[in-house]
């Protein structure tokens, strides 16, 4: 969780478009909370949010961000008791991905303005951006890594 | 009592969210608090420690360029080195040949032309300075304008001098821009003009150029400023250059006399030499 923190805020916090950037915490957040449960994903995302935002400077935005991505993600969770297949592990994943990334990325547009952005413009471009952004790392992580740890 | 429970183990995790977003939300409204202050003063000191390193990490990538600009800087300064030592030689031969040549000008005599003789081919001048004032025979006589002629033959008070303007005069001259070695002459006619001779075509001299006396002058120091190339017309092997001479002859009144004479060492084994290769001519 820490080396995720540390590698969101030194490597993927750097990459801003119109405010928004790629966000890897939030990837596995949802990951912990589709696969293991909503709970764990609540208490997941709101450590690794902590220790992301005092890394950046702002803990509580950043737990309280990361504790709406964990409780977002929750509602696809797949029950290991319904031995779901590979195929719908993989959909509710990207589904809560988007959703939870989308709920983030919403309070973030909504509490904070770095780049001192008008609303209209804000909100859109950071749920837009930040969500196809943090989408295609995702899809990327998925494809690289969580793929072979779904099969099991 | 059991329904609360009940309740709660249903929506545990709405509760769940509800706790951690309040806590989340405290830890938003204690951030101004001093310990929170301090621990996020830590985590920007971490943060920027670790920034630090990974822009130290970075400039690894750029070294290669750094190294790039140094050498060229390096290249740079190095020509500009080069190019000033050059200067400071050429300086210092300059300064010593200036040094060299003011030994060798001498001092001039002033003169007056009490006679003169033009005519279409044959000029003389006469000048009131003869060997008592130290004039000697092939003395170089000369204006601020220029060269006027050379000492032909001198008595005690008197001196004959045989003028540019006279076919029988010849002096050795080069020209400023490209050193074009060429013997002065004049074939009569136009006062103001007079010819450059053995001048071959392939020569780069140009129209314009400035002519001065030559170090091959058997009479004059070099440098004696004689006139301007006004016309270059090509032949076969020699281009016929016309010279417009720098000294007004006709309002001519005073002159000096040089008393600087190229090295008489110079002039005696040119001398010897000739005398060698005379017979075998003949």
């Known amino acids: ?152 | 009592m059991l329904s609360i429970f009940r309740f709660i183990a249903r929506h545990s995790a709405y509760l769940y969210f509800l706790l951690f977003s309040g806590l989340s939300i405290l830890i938003m409204q204690l951030q101004r608090r001093e310990t929170l202050d301090a621990i996020r003063s830590q985590g920007m000191a971490v943060n920027a420690s670790v920034s630090e390193e990974l822009t130290s990490f970075g400039d690894i990538f750029n070294l290669r360029d750094e190294n790039e600009r140094l050498l060229l800087q390096n290249a740079r300064l190095f020509s500009k080195v080069i190019r000033e030592e050059t200067a400071l030689r050429d300086t210092r031969n300059l300064n010593e040949i200036i040094r060299r040549d003011s030994t060798r000008v001498g001092r001039f005599f002033v003169a007056r032309i009490v006679d003169r003789r033009f005519s279409p081919m044959d000029n003389m001048l006469l000048i009131n300075a003869g060997s008592r004032d130290g004039i000697e025979k092939d003395m170089a006589v000369l204006t601020p304008d220029g060269l006027v002629g050379r000492v032909t033959a001198v008595s005690q008070n008197y001196a004959r001098v045989m003028p540019v303007i006279n076919k029988d005069f010849k002096a050795s001259v080069v020209s400023d821009s490209s050193s074009t070695l060429g013997v002065l002459s004049w074939k009569g006619g136009n006062e103001y003009v007079a010819h450059l001779e053995n001048v071959p075509t392939s020569s780069r001299l140009k129209v314009g150029e400035r002519l001065t006396t030559s170090d091959h002058s058997t009479f004059a120091i070099r440098g004696i400023p004689v006139g301007r190339v006004v016309r270059i017309s090509g032949s076969k092997l020699f281009s016929e250059v016309d010279v417009r001479l720098s000294v007004d002859f006709p309002s001519l009144s005073y002159v000096l006399v040089s008393s600087a004479r190229p090295s008489r060492e110079k002039l005696e084994i040119m001398k010897a030499e000739e005398t060698k290769t005379e017979p075998k001519r003949k």
Do not use: C
């Open chain 1, 1 to 152: 969780m820490a080396v995720l923190a540390v590698i969101q805020h030194f490597i993927f916090s750097r990459v801003v478009i119109l405010g928004a950037s790629p966000d890897i915490l939030a990837v596995f957040i949802a990951y912990v909370s589709v696969i293991i449960g909503q709970r764990t994903g609540i208490v997941f995302g709101f450590s690794a949010g902590l220790i992301a935002g005092f890394l950046s400077g702002n803990p509580g935005l950043a737990a309280l961000i990361g504790t709406v991505e964990g409780f977002t993600a929750g509602f696809f969770h797949v029950s290991p008791d319904s031995h779901p297949t590979m195929v719908k592990k993989r959909r509710m994943f990207y589904s809560g991905a988007a959703t939870s990334i989308a709920a983030g990325n919403l309070f973030q547009a909504l509490l904070s303005n770095p780049l001192a952005l008008p609303a209209w413009v804000r909100i859109p471009s950071m749920v837009i951006l930040g969500t196809l952004s943090s989408m295609f790392l995702a899809v990327l992580i998925y494809q690289l890594a969580l793929k072979r740890t779904l099969r099991d």
